[in-house]
């Protein structure tokens, strides 16, 4: 918790500081360390069971958001603990997805957040009765998504594999390093990563270039 605070959502800056917002988390602690200590918000890793859940029930009634970060190489499995958490957090307003797919929130979105066709809201606070409002994370991780697409096709158009194997076993082997210039590119599917990865042209002088001549 920030410094100076006693009932669980921190404080900033010490002493009569402006109290950090109360986020609830539900992810897997190893990814959720990994969160920086410098945050505007205080973050409570939800429990997984109803003994743990039952424990944090008067810190999770603070909560004014909720996210969710999907577990690693599983995005799309859903999660029971974000079905069942909601009734918990009567101040919460906003509900985040750390990914951009939100396939594993499917029953969460369809039995908590329009449950019966209309939009949740937010049940008590400041902002009770406003729409609770949910986003994700589309566009957060497309340039680093598209880094790696650009260094998945030079690992193999390099043949980087052989040049580690010849490494490993002190072979010197003479072979033709096939290049990228004049090949093709094919994207199946046209949204954030491709447009950040492959629309970009060859630079192009800048307008206020001018060539100076001498005699």
Request: hydrophobic letters at 40%; glycine letters at 14%.
């Amino acid at each position: 918790s920030g410094g100076g605070g006693s009932d669980g959502d921190g404080g900033r800056g010490g002493g009569g500081g402006l109290k950090r917002p109360l986020v609830a988390v539900v992810g897997p602690p190893s990814v959720i360390a990994l969160a920086p200590a410098d945050l505007d918000v205080e973050l409570v890793t939800v429990g997984s069971t109803d003994a743990e859940l039952e424990g944090q029930r008067d810190q999770l009634a603070k909560a004014q958001g909720l996210l969710w970060i999907p577990t690693p190489g599983s995005p799309s499995a859903p999660s029971d603990t974000m079905v069942r958490i909601l009734d918990q957090l009567p101040q919460c307003r906003w509900v985040h997805s750390f990914a951009a797919g939100v396939d594993g929130l499917d029953e969460f979105i369809r039995t908590s957040l329009l449950h019966g066709g209309e939009v949740a809201s937010v049940r008590a606070g400041d902002r009770a009765g406003t729409p609770l409002a949910m986003t994700n994370g589309r566009g957060a991780f497309s340039s680093s998504l598209a880094e790696y697409s650009l260094a998945a096709m030079l690992h193999f158009n390099k043949q980087v594999p052989r040049l580690q194997a010849n490494k490993a076993n002190a072979v010197w082997d003479n072979f033709v390093m096939d290049t990228m210039l004049g090949k093709t590119v094919g994207l199946v599917g046209y949204g954030s990563i491709g447009q950040v990865g492959f629309v970009g042209k060859a630079p192009k002088p800048r307008p206020e270039t001018s060539t100076i001549s001498t005699p």
